[in-house]
């Protein structure tokens, strides 16, 4: 969490630095204003988002609930979800290791693990599957979910040293490594559940095999960066090929945003190019984090902030836009 609120801060000074931009709706005059945006933000987490996950999210024999209706009642649901239940995780590790935490996220935190690792794990060819029951789509083992169980499993285990969680740390690495990695090209995004090809949906955003996706080479960058942070693992040239990948090779001609789907060596855009401004807002300090991390050389990322601030920006209600066209207003 500390790594978390320091990322909130800069970007919080990025935000006054433009402060031309109205990025909230200015609030009603009877309220009192927070003197900071650091305020703002933890407000914003001490009252409505703790609250709201610490009392919804304790975990148990069936994990965590994945379904809340307007009231944020739970909607009962036998389906679970790798990504769901790992970022639940993620989020009452994060808490339990840092000034907000509370034996509450401890016991939950414990809980959401010991499900995690009891069923979401493949027994019989290792890796995650990424439904529970397992039908239709569970059969297939995605990139991007294994990055969220290590992402998960790699915070429980540095706020509580609990050993289980550094074997799977350990054991997502090697799958990674053995399973996913395609050479210097990043990672095959999806595989059936026995590691041979898949005849069906790749991943999240793909259905052929052989395309990839900025969005789970820019998630691998966050996440691998975390686990050099915290762990004895190497992972430097991971980090540098993940850097060359979000920094130039899934950056579109003549544009200093990334593109969404590639060719397996990225030497092309599948379909028409569209461009995600949070996946580029994003790649801003992930990138920045790692190349500080390792110590690679500096690469100005403002021109990045500027074209999404400038296309993707909704001036009239505020807010980004969720993807648009390359150059052009999101919303025109």
Do not use: C
């Amino acid at each position: 969490m500390h790594h978390q609120l320091t990322r909130l801060r800069r970007a919080a000074g990025s935000v006054r630095r433009r402060a031309h931009i109205a990025l909230v709706a200015q609030p009603a005059t009877s309220v009192p204003r927070p003197a900071t945006w650091t305020d703002r933000l933890e407000r914003l987490l001490t009252e409505n988002i703790i609250p709201f996950w610490a009392l919804r999210t304790p975990g148990g024999p069936d994990g965590y609930p994945e379904l809340f209706d307007d009231g944020g009642e739970v909607i009962p649901s036998r389906s679970r979800h790798i990504r769901t239940q790992a970022r639940t995780l993620w989020v009452h590790s994060q808490l339990l290791g840092s000034a907000y935490g509370s034996t509450l996220n401890e016991e939950a935190a414990r809980r959401g693990f010991d499900f995690i690792e009891g069923h979401f794990w493949d027994q019989r060819h290792g890796g995650f599957h990424s439904r529970l029951p397992l039908d239709g789509d569970a059969h297939a083992k995605h990139f991007y979910d294994h990055l969220m169980a290590l992402d998960a499993a790699n915070h429980f285990h540095r706020a509580t040293g609990n050993q289980a969680a550094e074997r799977m740390v350990a054991d997502v690495l090697e799958i990674l490594d053995k399973r996913f990695r395609d050479d210097g090209d990043g990672y095959i995004e999806g595989y059936a559940t026995d590691w041979s090809p898949i005849t069906h949906t790749a991943s999240l955003l793909v259905k052929d095999r052989s395309h990839k996706t900025a969005a789970s080479h820019i998630n691998a960058l966050n996440v691998l960066t975390s686990v050099q942070e915290s762990t004895a693992a190497n992972l430097e040239p991971e980090l540098r090929m993940l850097l060359d990948i979000v920094d130039r090779r899934a950056v579109l001609p003549k544009a200093p945003m990334m593109g969404e789907i590639f060719t397996r060596d990225w030497s092309a855009v599948v379909g028409s190019p569209t461009v995600s401004y949070g996946h580029d807002l994003e790649r801003v300090w992930m990138a920045r984090t790692a190349r500080e991390l390792i110590g690679a050389r500096p690469h100005s990322y403002e021109p990045v902030f500027d074209e999404v601030v400038r296309w993707g920006w909704d001036r009239g209600h505020g807010g980004f836009y969720f993807q648009g066209k390359p150059g052009r207003p999101a919303g025109a």
